[in-house]
């Protein structure tokens, strides 16, 4: 069982978790449950006495949306899943998002509601999105060093034509990825290989679906991104960052690594062989589908039941949600925290407040320019 840091734990075991979990006969077919030992979420950093006020102001805001607008008949009532969505880390990312405007972060928090009623995404299905997946061209393997899920794009294994289906393939696969995000660690690891195959040998971006990737990703994902490791990059794209790096923010130009030795940033024991890493893995689509979307529909229920146990409130903790020793924000402080198995009994240390690193409002549009075409004609991205 990994552990992040002081404030993050792994989940409780569960069936399909701790089946993942057994060593296999042969190349891993499956997603990976846990981070190394070693990978830790940096820790969170502590709000001023300034931006605690904003958040407790914003957190008002929402406590009085009772209605969410929408699209012909998909409008109404708020739902349970959409104020469990209202945690306080999610309520934190669109506060930095926004450079602390309270008014700001109401206006995109509401709009993003809207957007994920109107687009669907709660209804996104495995079934519907499997057909885009069958080549692997997208998968969650492993964690970085700082306890990351890899989400991995090889754009050439594309082996569909430009639809309004790609894009949100894209989309279901960035929510499982935060699915598998572990307690006290709120971004991913984009991993993009731009090698070319014998079906699709020009992986360059193009111009196509991009528009409507870059627009979900920068509003509708903000502060997602923890790092963008990125291989075998076409003379194209490589040209195109050379002239846009003096422009590029200097806290996203950390997030950015090209053609560096992942190994330096992934454990080797998590790393695909096919990027020089010692793990023996296999994409069959008959095996990794089904464990993958069965795993994070656990992770969903163990959610549910902790956020139900908490008092269903707004502005629940990502930690205590995640199964990390952490109290409820809707129960006392004093309050016997759910133990969490493999980790001893100790007491509870305060909720997590918001990361170290603010990203800029540019981060995606520079990403998404970039990786642009990681499917077929579409970006395949991650803010």
């Not at 971006?205 to 509003?219: A, D, F, Y």
């Amino acid at each position: 069982m990994q552990v992040g840091n002081e404030t993050t734990v792994s989940t409780q075991p569960s069936s399909v978790a701790q089946s993942l979990r057994e060593k296999p006969e042969g190349p891993r077919k499956t997603p990976i449950v846990d981070p190394v030992e070693s990978a830790k979420p940096p820790k969170p950093a502590t709000l001023t006495a300034e931006q605690e006020n904003k958040y407790e102001a914003l957190l008002e805001t929402v406590k009085s949306w009772t209605e969410i607008s929408a699209a012909g008949e998909k409008g109404g009532a708020i739902t349970e899943s959409e104020i469990m969505w209202l945690s306080r880390e999610c309520l934190l990312r669109y506060l930095r998002a926004t450079k602390w405007n309270t008014a700001d972060s109401a206006k995109r928090l509401l709009a993003t509601l809207t957007w994920r009623r109107d687009y669907g995404t709660e209804e996104l299905s495995a079934d519907y999105c499997s057909p885009e997946n069958e080549t692997g061209k997208q998968c969650i393997l492993g964690y970085d060093n700082g306890a990351r899920p890899v989400h991995i794009l090889m754009p050439g294994k594309q082996n569909t034509d430009p639809s309004p289906r790609q894009v949100q393939h894209l989309v279901f696969m960035v929510e499982r990825a935060i699915d598998m995000m572990v307690a006290g660690q709120e971004t991913l690891a984009l991993l993009i290989n731009f090698k070319s195959t014998k079906n699709r040998g020009n992986t360059a971006p193009g111009i196509g679906q991009g528009r409507e990737v870059l627009n979900i990703l920068q509003t509708h994902y903000p502060e997602r991104l923890g790092r963008a490791l990125i291989i075998n990059v076409p003379w194209v794209v490589w040209g195109f960052f050379k002239l846009i790096t003096p422009f590029i923010d200097p806290l996203t130009k950390e997030k950015l690594h090209f053609n560096e030795d992942l190994k330096l940033h992934v454990p080797p024991e998590q790393l695909w062989k096919d990027f020089q890493g010692d793990l023996d893995f296999e994409y069959d689509h008959a095996t990794y589908w089904p464990a993958l979307n069965k795993l994070c529909e656990e992770k969903r229920a163990e959610q549910k039941e902790r956020w139900v146990k908490g008092g269903k409130i707004y502005g629940e903790s990502e930690i205590y949600l995640k199964g990390g020793n952490a109290p409820s924000l809707g129960q006392p402080v004093s309050q016997e925290v759910e133990k969490v198995v493999e980790t001893p009994a100790v007491a509870a240390p305060p909720p997590v407040e918001e990361k170290k690193d603010v990203l800029v409002e540019q981060e995606p549009t520079m990403l998404a320019d970039i990786l642009e075409g990681s499917e077929g004609k579409a970006i395949e991205a991650k803010a």
